[in-house]
Each structure stands twice: as C-alpha cells, then as structure tokens.
C-alpha cells in the first residue's frame, strides 16, 4: 500500500519553548475514548489551548494569529515523553503540522510519528535553542539530504532512522514490508518455543 | 560466543531477520496484549487490507482504561455514563469475537489492569518478548521478559505478522546495592532512580536493574520498580528471572505444568547477566541511603525525599510554571500539606502487595474529614484475596472507597477524576498536568505514604506511624 511521499517542507515555525512536552499534554487522555483517528486536532494541547469554559486562551502560541498555517512545531527537549498513545500525532497531524523539531524526542512518540509522516526532527541544543528564540523562522527541511536549513541557510543535519527515512520519501509502508517477511515468520515459528 | 546480557539473549532469540544498515531487525513478538483504547483502529486497518490476526493464540484482551469501577455500572447493568467509553469497549468484544482473540470482559472476574492480569494469569513469561500498545508493558520486564509499550500501527503490525522492525536499543545497568530502610517501599526506590537519571535519562535504552536490592524485592515489587522504566524515558526494563521469578510463576493458569514446567525453567535459567558482560552505561544507586519519595512537580522526575523541600532553579520558566501549575513554591516543605484526595491504584501499586501495605497503614484509623480516597484493585482477582483478607473491611471502616478494577484516577477516561485545583497523594506513575483530571495536582508515591497522608489529610511520611 503506497503512502503520500515525502520530500521537503518548508515552513514557518511555532514554538513551544517547554521541556518534557507529554502525550498528556498534546492530547489528554479523556479525548481517546473514540474508535477512529480522524478529528483529534481540536483536542491538541486541550488544556493549554482553552479555558475552563472552552473559549481558546489568547495568550497560547496555537492560538496566536501568526501561528495558522505554521507546519513545523518546535518545542523544548524531550518533546512526546509519556504514554504510548499514538493519538499524539494524529492531533498534531489534524492541527496541520508535518515536522516536530526538538533537542531530544521520546522514542515511542518518535517512532509512532515516523509511521504516520509527522517528521520527528531532533537538532542540537544550540540550534533548537536558537528556533525557540526565533518563533516564525522560515526553515526547510530536506528529508533526502537529512538537513534543516535556517532562514540565513546555514544547514545542519540531523538523525532519522535509515528504512523510516526510505519509506516516507517512497511513500511505502512498513507493514507491507513485514507481510512481504511472511516465509521468514513461518520459518522462525517453526522452531521458535 | 561473548558474554551477553539478559537484553541481548532475549534480542537475538527472537530474531526474524537480523538489522542491517538499510532495515530495522525484524524481531518475532511472543505475547500481544491488548486493550479498549489503542486497539481499535488497528482492527480497522486490518479490515480494511482484508487480514487476519496472525497468532490470535499469541493474542490477549482484557479492558481497563475507560472502564468504570463502580460496582452497579460493572455488575449493575448501570449504563456507563460516556457514551463513547461505552461504544470503544463494545468494539472492543466484536473486534475479538471476530478475530477468535479470548477476552476478559467486563464481568469476568479474571478482569483487570493489562499488566496486572499478564503476570497473574501466568502468561507474562520470562524470556519472552510481549508488547502492548500502552507504555507500562515495562511491567512485565520483571520476569526477565523483554517487554515494551507500541503504538496503533504497530499493534497493527503485531496483529498481521506477529512481529515489529526494530532498531536494536542500547542497554542501561541499574545496580542497586544494598538493602531498602523499613518504610521505604519499590515505589519508592523507583522513584529515587528517575528523580537520579532524569525523565530521559533512559531514552534508547533498555534498562536492567541489578545488585542485591533488586535480588531481594518481591515480584510485585519488581513489577512496580520495572512499570516506571518508562517515567525515565526508558524502551523496556528488566531483571533477570531467579527462584522468586519460578516461585511466582509455578501453578499459574496458564504457566507451563508438568515436564514443560522443568525445561521452561531449565531455559529461564540460562537468561541471566553472563559475567563479563557490558552494557553502554552503567549506574549504581545505594538502597540503604533512600527515605520515602514524593514528587512535587508535573514529570516523575520532579521528586524528592519526603522530608525534603521543594527545590529552586532561579531562571528556569519551565521549572517555574510546573511549580505554579503545583501551587507550591521553591524551598517550601511538603510535609503537612493539606491534600484533598487519596488513590491507591494503577499498574504501579495495585497488587495484593500494595493494598496489605496501605491496609496496614490503615488498620484501626479513619482518614481525615475532608479527604476522598478511592481504593482500587488491579484486578479482580486481587480483589477477591484481598477481600478474603478482610483488606476492603479496613479500607471501607476507615471511610475509604472500594471500587472494581481498572485504571481509575491514574488516567482520569473513565469516570474517575481529581477535580481542578485538588492536591491528591497517588500511587499512580504520572504527575503530568491533568493526568488525574484538568488541573489536578498530582503528588505520586507509595501505597503507605498514600494511607498514612488519608489519615491525617496532610502529606504524611508513613515512617511516623509505623512505629
């Protein structure tokens, strides 16, 4: 089954300025009793976002004009960190955004991003430190070379596991991958205990 | 062959196919345990491709987070109360009644928390690989199983092929050395490990926890300690299978009998440690030094002796805002203050084990005027002992509430909530902001730090009642 490819994006960017961003925060956990993964971008960062009352909190970044249409949300290390809930990227994914940039990603959410085409970008400290100074910095990210390119085009690069890497930029999926490992899994559970 | 670590064993057992620089290993998975929650739309994709669950076998269901714990809505015919909750546990039974997977429903009285029901049921096994698409599948790394929490696609994965791409982790040694002071509990050693190595101190990294402490904690209380493997940011925790693994393990319903009892154990023997072995890092903590442990923030890591006081990172917005967000200021002690809710719960501190601690606590006192604590079983099972026990007496005299099982407040999906602004003492393993309920302010630690702050409706160091 083909998948939408992915090649470069190139975006303004929101930032987040918070260490330690939970699976909680990007999407509480009273939004996942539901049966499909359409339609959690409303729910994303629910109790940041808006007040007691619903009405959206003018002061949070999401909600700042200069933020619509942003497709790269960077935020402080260890950004995903919690529950397994992939439900985290799918919020985001709805809210628009195609790249998560941070210093350090949890693995889970990293891991659950990549099979859902949310780009888990992970840069050094200095360079996420100078995003989270620069909110609406106009970057590109060039999934081919692995580079991230900052508005005065300096570029650094940055890790991505090699087959998630492959699969976003073909647009393949990896479970067509395992089902095509069938005779191998038959072979293994052969002699497996 | 070199030395290898329990990690390594279990990793090379169960390869399919071996990593190269192009593809992920393809790593064979033993035991899918599922649940309500992150399942469903797994199923969808499934159908949607027109497969079958692989191993339906190899497949385990039970329900627990959006689950109440209300008798009348458990065994009551009392409708739940969300809709929604109601329809993800409906799907749920024709999901598995479709795909021939067994499940333990609402009213079966082997139901309880996944990881609760794994080990007591006998299939959480040692040197096997088991996934779960919840992040505290740890747990089951107590028995010596190299156990981690999935996402959706990848419960998707595990039900098509019984297997997961996989980059090989890097290993972590935790060597605790010697013995825990009297009053200072796993949850509390655990705690003290994350509060050293921070919420992402283990990232990449499967843990093993090691050293004469480790050796002489119960199972139940490695299952609590190898949970919050995940709070330090951790793929998978684990200790190595010994005569307490066995002990527990034997007669279990669906543990190995007779001679395949006798070469499953065989085989278990030969996972631990080889000597020689190395791990990428390596860390030493001293058991004898803890005290009992309390957060005082919105991460794990954000935990300190209970006698401590609240530390201060001038310049740290972000430590600054988890501090408001607390309503506790820097250099602030944590003892004595008010709290309005108490929870002794949750895949951390549920089993029988933890609820004969707070009972103990408990026994002969009431909890403070003012204070709600809610006492809620990991299982059913757990349950009936401790009722059989007389446990649920103690909890009720003491004006407590004694609940079925499930994941209750340590989540906040299913009815169970701490209201805004509330202080509640949890035995649960998150802290985040509004985990319990929006706005809640969770301080997590041990069952008897829980019992011993009901009864005086402030933060208590259960060492002062012991006595």
Known sequence: MKTKPITTLKSTTVALPVTNVDTDQIIPARFLTTTTREGLGRHAFADWRYGPDGTPKADFVLNRPEAQGCRILVAGRNFGCGSSREHAPWALLDCGFQAVISSEIADIFRSNALKNGLLPIAVEESVNDWLLAHPGAEITIDLEQTTLTLPDGRSVTFPIESFARYCLLNGVDQLGFLLGRDAQITAFESTHP | ?467
């Open chain 2, 1 to 467: 062959m070199p030395p290898q670590t329990l990690f390594e064993k279990l990793w090379n057992q169960h390869l399919v196919c071996p990593e190269t620089p192009d593809t992920p290993a393809v790593l064979y998975i033993d035991l899918h345990l599922i649940h309500e929650v992150t399942s469903p739309q797994a199923f969808t994709v499934l159908k949607e491709r027109g497969l079958k669950v692989r191993c339906p076998d190899r497949t385990f269901a039970t329900m627990d987070h959006s689950t109440p714990t209300l008798t009348e809505q458990v065994f009551g015919g009392v409708p739940i109360t969300n809709d929604s909750a109601a329809r993800q546990i409906a799907r749920l039974e024709e999901n598995c009644r479709e795909q021939g997977i067994e499940l333990l429903d609402l009213q079966d009285q082997r139901r309880g928390i996944v990881h609760v029901i794994g080990p007591e049921l006998g299939l959480t096994r040692p040197g096997s690989t088991i996934v779960c698409g919840d992040s505290h599948t740890s747990t089951h790394g107590a028995f010596g199983a190299l156990a981690f929490g999935i996402g959706t696609t990848e419960v998707g994965h595990v039900f098509a092929t019984q297997c997961l791409l996989q980059r090989r982790p890097k290993t972590l040694a935790i060597d605790v050395t010697g013995e825990l002071p009297r009053g200072v509990a796993a949850k509390d050693l655990i705690l003290a490990i994350i509060g050293r190595i921070g919420v992402a101190g283990g990232t990449g990294h499967v843990i093993e926890y090691r050293g004469d402490a480790i050796r002489a904690l119960s199972m139940e209380e490695r299952m609590t300690v190898c949970n919050m493997s995940i709070e330090a940011g951790a793929r998978a925790g684990m200790i190595a299978p010994d005569q307490t693994t066995f002990d527990y393990l034997r007669g279990r319903p669906f543990a190995p009998r007779g001679e395949d009892w006798d070469r499953a154990v065989q085989r278990w023997q030969q996972l631990p440690t080889d000597a020689g072995a190395r791990f990428d890092r390596q860390v030493e903590i001293d058991a004898s030094s803890l005290e009992p442990m309390i957060t005082y923030g919105t991460h794990p890591g954000m935990v300190m002796p209970i006698s401590g006081n609240v530390p201060s990172h001038p310049g740290d917005a972000v430590f600054d805002k988890a501090l408001r967000y607390m309503g506790l200021t820097a250099g602030e002690s944590i003892r004595n203050k008010p709290v309005q809710v108490v929870f002794v719960g949750s895949c951390t501190n549920a089993r029988l084990s933890d609820l004969r601690q707070a009972a103990d606590v408990l026994r002969g006192n009431r909890i403070a005027g003012g204070v709600r604590m809610l006492v809620v079983p990991g299982s059913q099972p757990v349950k009936q002992a401790a009722e059989a026990e007389g446990l649920d007496r103690i909890f009720v005299e003491a004006g407590a509430e004694w609940r079925e099982s499930g994941c209750s407040m340590c989540i906040g999906m299913n009815g169970d909530t701490v209201a805004a602004g509330q202080y509640s003492v949890s035995t649960s393993n998150r802290n985040f902001e509004g985990r319990q309920g929006a706005g809640a302010r969770t301080l997590l630690a041990s069952p008897a730090t829980a019992a011993a702050t009901a009864i005086r409706g402030r933060v208590t160091d259960p060492r002062e009642l012991l006595s």
